[in-house]
Structure formats: C-alpha cells, structure tokens
C-alpha cells in the first residue's frame, strides 16, 4: 500500500520557537493532504487540508497564522507551529490521499513545548 | 457535519475473548475505515468498509449502510490487539466530503 512518512517522530522545543513537522507521500503523488491534532486519550482532530499549490483550508477555531502550512509540492506538506507554547504540546498526524481517494497516514508527531 | 458514534469507550478482555466494536454514523458515507492505534500512535488501518463485510484473520468487519452503523468483530484475542479502535467516516457529497471524521475510539485491552 502507499507510504505516508512523517518526520519527526518527536520534538521537544523551548516555548516561544517554532517547530517544523514534515509530511511525505513516499510512492504516489497526494494533491491534497491532512493534518490532525490528537490530544491525550481523544480522537483525532481535523485541523486544516492542504491543497498543493495553493493555500491551506483551516477548520473552525484554528489559528492560520500559528499553524503554518505549506504544501509546495505533490509529495511533501509541512506544518510549522510558530511561536509555540506548552499549550500546543500535542500528537499532529498527517494523511495524504492517493489516486483512489483513499487516506493513508503518517506515523505522528510527538510535539513536547517546555 | 456528520457525527460518528463509537461503543463501548473501554472494553477489557481476557485473552482469547471474542469482542465487538459498534460505529454509528449520522449521514451517508463514502468511505469508513477502521483503524487501530498502536501505543506508539502509528494508524494503522484494519479495514475499508464503506458496506458489506470484509475478513482478515481474526478480524472482521460488517457496515449496514442503510442502517448507518458498523461492527469491527476481533476473534480470539491476544495482547497485541490492545490499543485504541478508530471507526472514521468521509461523508457522501458535500462541502468537506474528502474529509474523514474520527469517532472517540474504543480503548481495548486484553490482559493475559
């Protein structure tokens, strides 16, 4: 099946960097790609598509300009949260759709702001 | 939006134990997936079952559309089948219709 590869794995940052998350669809091509946000013991949460060249789609009640997506080509998105707090410390995952509109994930990002 | 239901919230099994998972979904779907969550978090998806019934090993799935609901079934379980159950639905049409909605989930664990 299709490879959906995220990276990093974890990250650990000071509060008040930012942090870039990567997302690569390893054998096909994903016009469009997701990112989720999965808090402690909940389910996963949208937070915006990402249409390859051109802007992202957020869902209500997240801030565009905190979490910075980009998706500058078919096989990559990233998402950079800007100015992070310990408030942001969460699970991000990716997906990327393939040909068949099937989802495929990545394995998750653990984001740990002290 | 359309709103995914999943039952039990917690399910603990004895090791062997058969089991089965419940996923309600409000609207029409194009597409339900099932996935299960390792303790790592990797997704890792078990089935695409936007209707009829679908085997792999010990698993099995069940989606009566017309009804909106589907059944995850684990048979003879064993601790590696411990984590978190995904049932997640991408609605039939629509504005967001590529989207997938996750359900809570339902924790299992299965103890030796």
Redesign the interface.
Known sequence: ?AVVSQHPSWVICKSGTSVKIECRSLDFQAT?M?W?R?FP??????MA?SNEGSKATYEQGVEKDKFLINHASLTLSTLTVTSAHPEDSS?Y?C?A?DVR?????G??T?LTVV | GIQVEQSPPDLILQEGANSTLRCNFSDSVNNLQWFHQNPWGQLINLFYIPSGTKQNGRLSATTVATERYSLLYISSSQTTDSGVYFCACQPLGGAGSYQLTFGKGTKLSVIP
């Open positions: 099946g469009t997701f989720y999965q013991k909940q389910s996963l949460m949208l598509t699970f995952i997906s759709r509109l099937l989802p495929f994930f394995q998750g653990r």
